[in-house]
């Protein structure tokens, strides 16, 4: 089971959301010839002060 997992700071909406999983799972099963239901898509929101970029978090930006 291929599993697709985004980290990304927090602030799309849950279309945007929705529609990212609903391409990437289109490309991935047309990619890796998998079924749609044997693919999971994680996105996990990392909030910016638990994210540092450089040495400084994006807080600090």
């Known amino acids: 089971?291929?599993?697709?997992?985004?980290?990304?700071?927090p602030g799309r909406t849950p279309e945007q959301?929705?529609?990212f999983a609903s391409?990437?799972?289109?490309?991935?099963?047309?990619?890796?010839?998998?079924?749609p239901?044997?693919?999971d898509v994680l996105?996990?929101?990392?909030?910016k002060e638990h994210w540092a970029k450089?040495?400084?978090?994006?807080t600090e930006r």
């Open 1 to 9: 089971m291929p599993i697709i997992r985004l980290e990304m700071p």
């Open 17 to 19: 959301k929705r529609s």
């Open 23 to 35: 391409e990437v799972t289109r490309v991935a099963v047309e990619t890796l010839n998998c079924k």
């Open 37 to 39: 239901e044997s693919l």
């Open 43 to 47: 996105i996990i929101e990392v909030p």
């Open 54 to 58: 450089a040495g400084k978090f994006m």
